[in-house]
């Protein structure tokens, strides 16, 4: 398949205005495809790198452009691939301009718009509101399976490609092997949010509330005294937390999948800021010395897998069961069982008061929807914040001299797959942090004039703020009012951030 055919589609994907005619313009490309080239152009088509990081950064590209296009098209999906190979499996010395000079071939080899799809994939910002949801729906549709099955395939393998060479070949027989394996990490479930106890226990009779930990995200997959350890985004972090990997190893149970949140705990059990856990999380060098300066203690509140039993589909009751069952005390969230709002009121009360940001409201009848974001699970927090991605920084001035300080931030926007601008804030930035996101920003820099620099949106940041209000100055016609930063998130993708219909709907909600 000819890598025209997927830049013609990526327009006419980024051109239509209703998601139906997405899935269709998506369905059409995968059925051209072809044997053997459907995981390639789903990869693609997803704005994904089958390899991952390849090693080419701002620089690398910068340095190997210009480059003037071919006249006409000739690159083919597989030929694109493996040049990306090549590029990735480049490494010791000279490896850097050794890079340079296989980009510049590679795009020499492409026509100018095939250019600019290139470099937008190696760069994530092939951005046509072609969503994992979208191009799941198109696989089905191209190859005339359930959505449902899709997804749930999805879901447990981590990689559209993969499912969809599966329902090309096999159909929903194909679709229907996959299943929970150990050492493959799912997509973790994910919680909406609710603005008081009432709202979050609109729809149910009674639920379980737990402590909203303010961690990172883990996965935790035991296999006898193997352990492996999975962050949010499914990195394989087991190195950076050992006193994790032994805690879990001790167990008498031979095979289990948890789901919890690690985070490191002052003397008194209250817990560090974010930002001082992260220290420790995914760390790689020093790990003995900080295992002793910063311990992580880590708090599971969910069980995918034990002893042979895949639990996703048993209700979370059953799981917390299950659990309970498995764990020692001091490896569980905090949990109680609420019948009313004045139980889950209670309780956020004491985890706010243990230091804690929140609770969590469950349904103890839903399943496990890995991935997904729905109403089963809801968190409450007593402040506003949203995950927002940062779009360009402004150098400081006074004090602040020398460093990136005034951010603007920017609401994912689900259509169009870009970023929606709601504001600009500088407060809550230590020096610390001043000095780590100035380094970090340069690093992911794509333009920048006398006073800003611009950058690939990349980085999520979690904001508070007071209120949302009317802006003719922005896009959107929002801009929150008194933001300011809490902390990086970077176990958290753009993908993860929060979209620019949340925050229409805070502001229809009024303060």
């Avoid at 000739?74 to 990735?88: E, G, K, N, P």
């Avoid at 289990?256 to 001082?276: C, M």
């Avoid at 599971?300 to 309970?324: H, K, N, S, W």
């Amino acid at each position: 398949m000819k890598l025209a055919t997927l830049v013609d589609t990526s327009e006419r994907v980024r051109m239509a205005s209703g998601r139906r005619e997405k899935v269709h313009h998506l369905a059409q490309a995968l059925r051209d495809a072809g044997p053997g080239r459907f995981g390639l152009a789903v990869s693609f088509l997803s704005g994904r790198v089958r390899q991952g990081r390849i090693g080419v950064g701002t620089a690398v590209l910068r340095d190997a452009l210009p480059v003037e296009p071919a006249a006409t098209p000739a690159m083919t999906l597989h030929d694109l691939d493996r040049i990306f190979s090549d590029v990735q499996s480049t490494t010791g010395s000279g490896s850097v301009e050794a890079r340079k000079r296989l980009l510049s071939h590679l795009l020499g080899r492409c026509t100018e718009r095939e250019q600019g799809f290139v470099i937008a994939l190696l760069f994530g910002e092939l951005r046509q509101g072609a969503n994992e949801g979208v191009i799941a729906e198109a696989i089905a549709e191209a190859a005339g399976v359930p959505s449902a099955a899709v997804r749930r395939s999805a879901m447990l393998s981590g990689d559209l490609s993969e499912v969809a060479e599966a329902a090309f070949s096999g159909g929903e027989a194909a679709l229907a092997t996959f299943g929970l394996r150990l050492f493959r990490p799912v997509q973790p479930m994910l919680a909406s949010s609710a603005d008081s106890p009432d709202a979050a226990m609109a729809r149910l009779d009674e639920a379980a509330v737990e402590f909203k930990l303010d961690g990172a995200r883990i996965q935790v997959h035991k296999a006898g005294g193997d352990v492996r350890v999975f962050s949010r985004r499914l990195r394989d972090v087991t190195p950076s937390v050992p006193e994790l990997v032994e805690a879990v190893a001790a167990l008498p149970m031979e095979e289990l999948v948890l789901d919890g949140e690690t985070l490191a705990l002052r003397a008194d059990g209250r817990p560090h800021p974010f930002q001082v856990s992260m220290r420790r999380f995914g760390r790689k060098l020093d790990v003995s010395a900080l295992r002793t300066e910063l311990p992580l203690s880590s708090f599971f509140f969910d069980c995918l897998y034990a002893d042979g039993d895949t639990l996703i589909d048993q209700p979370g009751a059953y799981r917390m069961e299950v659990l309970e069952g498995v764990l020692p005390p001091g490896l569980l969230v905090r949990r109680e069982l609420a019948r009313g709002p004045g139980d889950v009121e209670a309780l956020l009360a004491i985890a706010r008061g243990s230091g804690h940001e929140g609770v969590m409201v469950k349904d103890l009848t839903a399943s496990y929807a890995a991935g997904r974001r729905g109403k089963s699970w809801i968190k409450l927090k007593p402040a506003h914040t949203l995950d927002l991605v940062v779009l360009a920084a402004e150098w400081g001035h006074g004090r602040r001299k020398g460093w990136l300080s005034n951010l603007h931030l920017g609401a994912r926007d689900p259509v169009t797959g870009g970023f929606v601008m709601l504001g600009k804030t500088f407060k809550g930035l230590t020096d610390e942090l001043l000095t780590w996101q100035t380094e970090a920003l340069q690093r992911i820099e794509v333009a920048r004039d006398r006073h800003t620099v611009y950058v690939e949106p990349r980085l999520v940041v979690e904001i508070a703020f007071n209120e949302i209000q009317e802006s003719p100055r922005y896009p959107g016609g929002l801009a929150l009012r008194f933001a300011r930063v809490k902390a990086y998130r970077p176990e958290r993708s753009p993908e993860d951030s929060d979209t620019i219909d949340t925050v229409r709907a805070i502001h229809a909600a009024g303060p």
